[in-house]
């Protein structure tokens, strides 16, 4: 059982894991704003996913060799997980978070995204046999009212639809992206060995569909615009490999070491708010009264989904277990 707080003066491993765990969703709430300044600038999408997952990956190799000893086969062993890890956990949703915020405000589409989780719910249902109990299902409700306020669909402003799909493409790569973290136990491949290499497999198959010519890939080496002030292209490539990418995996696989799987997802949430926040103080980004209000309500439908998962496990049928999501352990793996 992790004890949280402190004794004698000195941070006990819940107390670092907490604070492990919101600096991973801190950092992971840049991504955002750094991929839009870019964007901004005249690079397309899949350039910036591509600079992030590659330059990330250069930058995970030597300690992921380290930490594989020359054990190459259990990469053999896990090829399968890894590459579906590396198209549709890694390379697919930050494509579709990019398509996103390059069409809608960078806290529309990440609230959007997070309807991954109520759609993990949803999977494990239909797939699983997994019933969702009254608490999920009554969040599920409240999660779609936010999203039809984050949307204003009541509204007269006119809404951008693709931008909107792309974000509801990658929720789906969300859902994809925590069903398939959730090995646990059953994995072999450290945490930081399996971000390292399915960002290798992110970043081939990005380079591979964009030299076929199926993907736009627009860059430049011009300044960009971020907080008011012209920097340096190297600059937002930087904070989207080093600080979203990089920071954000080796922090969250302490923060899911020292929390546990639950508690460590429940604080990812945070991200949402992080997200906001920074594309408000970065980009001058900030959504309306109404979206504010739908967000709140995202954010509860979200959390009560969440909250009823830290229910004890005792109660639910022994099987679901070893189909639980794990959203913690996606911390460990990277997103």
Same mark, same amino acid.
């Given at each position: ?141 409240? *999660? ?6 984050? $949307?204003? $669909?009541?509204?007269?402003?006119? @809404? ?24 646990? *136990? ?40 971020? $907080? ?9 490539? $930087? ?13 969250? @696989? ?21 997200? @906001? ?59």
């Amino acid at each position: 059982m992790t004890v949280i707080g402190t004794r004698a003066g000195k941070v006990t491993p819940g107390t670092a894991g907490l604070i492990l765990a919101v600096v991973s969703a801190a950092t992971f709430g840049t991504s955002g704003t750094f991929a839009t300044a870019l964007i901004g600038s005249g690079w397309s999408p899949g350039a910036a996913v591509l600079a992030r997952v590659a330059v990330a990956a250069l930058i995970l190799a030597v300690p992921a060799l380290l930490r594989l000893r020359g054990q190459w086969v259990m990469l053999r062993r896990g090829a399968g997980r890894v590459t579906a890890y590396g198209l549709l956990a890694v390379a697919a949703p930050q494509l579709c978070y990019f398509e996103a915020v390059a069409r809608i405000p960078v806290g529309v589409a990440v609230l959007l995204e997070y309807l991954g989780v109520v759609l993990v719910v949803g999977w494990l249902w239909l797939r699983h046999g997994q019933r969702p109990r009254r608490l999920t299902i009554t969040g599920g409700a409240v *999660a779609i009212a936010g999203l039809a306020m984050v $949307l204003n $669909l009541a509204g007269s402003a006119g @809404i951008n639809l693709a931008g909107v799909m792309w974000a509801l493409l990658g929720a789906v790569g969300l859902a994809t992206f925590f069903l398939l973290s959730a090995g646990g *136990a059953e994995e072999p491949l450290p945490p930081l060995v399996m971000t390292w290499a399915g960002m290798c497999v992110g970043a081939a198959a990005l380079a591979a569909v964009a030299g076929a010519g199926a993907l736009p890939m627009n860059a430049g080496t011009g300044d960009v615009r971020v $907080l008011g002030h012209q920097v340096s292209w190297i600059v937002p490539v $930087l904070g989207l490999s080093l600080v979203a990418a990089v920071i954000s995996y080796v922090t969250g @696989i302490g923060a899911a070491r020292r929390l546990g799987a639950r508690l460590a997802s429940f604080v990812s949430m945070s991200e949402v708010l992080f997200a @906001i926040a920074f594309a408000w103080l970065l980009l001058g980004q900030l959504p309306t009264p109404a979206q504010f209000a739908g967000g709140a309500l995202i954010l509860a439908g979200v959390t009560m989904v969440r909250f009823d998962e830290l229910r004890p496990a005792s109660r639910r049928p022994a099987r679901a277990t070893a189909h639980q999501p794990g959203l913690a352990q996606s911390q460990a793996t990277g997103r």
